[in-house]
T-cell receptor, first 109, second 112 residues
Framework: EDQVTQSPEALRLQEGESSSLNCSYT??????LFWYRQDPGKGPEFLFTLYSAGEEKEKERLKATLTKKESFLHITAPKPEDSATYLC??????????FGTGTSLTVIP | NAGVMQNPRHLVRRRGQEARLRCSPMKGHSHVYWYRQLPEEGLKFMVY????????ESGMPKERFSAEFPKEGPSILRIQQVVRGDSAAYFC??????????FGPGTRLTVT
């Protein structure tokens, strides 16, 4: 059973067209939820950590929010350089981090 | 401050050979994680180590795979007698604690 589900799998946006990516999780004992950006052929790049429902973090055009069952990554007025795969991961009790399969974002100029 | 370093970046091995993947964590980080990534799949946890200790290897196959993080030098993921199914990207991440992880560029292993 999947612990972390990301949707949509792929998203195409026009430059400037804001949208949100979703990460839902079915785990208990959440110790942290993480967002990463991954470019082709590279390792994931850390973006945000969220620890409790209601928490929000922002960085440039990105804003991450967390509820008890899901997290959203809001992208405001995206630019072509925001094109990448966005991954979320959850850390539950113990040592393991569970990653979703990601949302592939393409921003068209 | 150098990031996480992995080498080699690309590795080609014939079936039955051994593969050694190296990971140097960020300065000051004593926690290392190894993950495997297959096309169209998410990152899968393999093993979590601290200096000289394997903390959790529950994601690593019991046979042919081993990992170490010695007191001096990089962490090493070793795959013995590789098979075609071992072909994947292997990522190492380091952390100052049990929170956000910083990833290296990965080693892409191809088994022919």
């Amino acid at each position: 059973e999947d612990q972390v589900t990301q949707s949509p799998e792929a998203l195409r946006l026009q430059e400037g067209e804001s949208s949100s990516l979703n990460c839902s999780y079915t785990v208990s004992g959440l110790r942290g939820l993480f967002w990463y950006r991954q470019d082709p052929g590279k390792g994931p790049e850390f973006l945000f950590t969220l620890y409790s429902a209601g928490e929000e973090k922002e960085k440039e055009r990105l804003k991450a929010t967390l509820t008890k069952k899901e997290s959203f990554l809001h992208i405001t007025a995206p630019k072509p350089e925001d094109s990448a795969t966005y991954l979320c991961a959850v850390h539950i009790t113990g040592n393991q981090f569970y990653f979703g399969t990601g949302t592939s974002l393409t921003v068209i100029p | 401050n150098a990031g996480v370093m992995q080498n080699p970046r690309h590795l080609v091995r014939r079936r039955g050979q051994e593969a050694r993947l190296r990971c140097s964590p960020m300065k000051g980080h004593s926690h290392v994680y190894w993950y495997r990534q297959l096309p169209e799949e998410g990152l899968k946890f393999m093993v979590y180590l601290q200096k000289e200790n394997i903390i959790d290897e529950s994601g690593m196959p019991k046979e042919r795979f081993s990992a170490e993080f010695p007191k001096e030098g990089p962490s090493i993921l070793r795959i013995q007698q590789v098979v075609r199914g071992d072909s994947a990207a292997y990522f190492c991440a380091s952390s100052p604690g049990r929170n956000e992880q910083y990833f290296g560029p990965g080693t892409r292993l191809t088994v022919t």
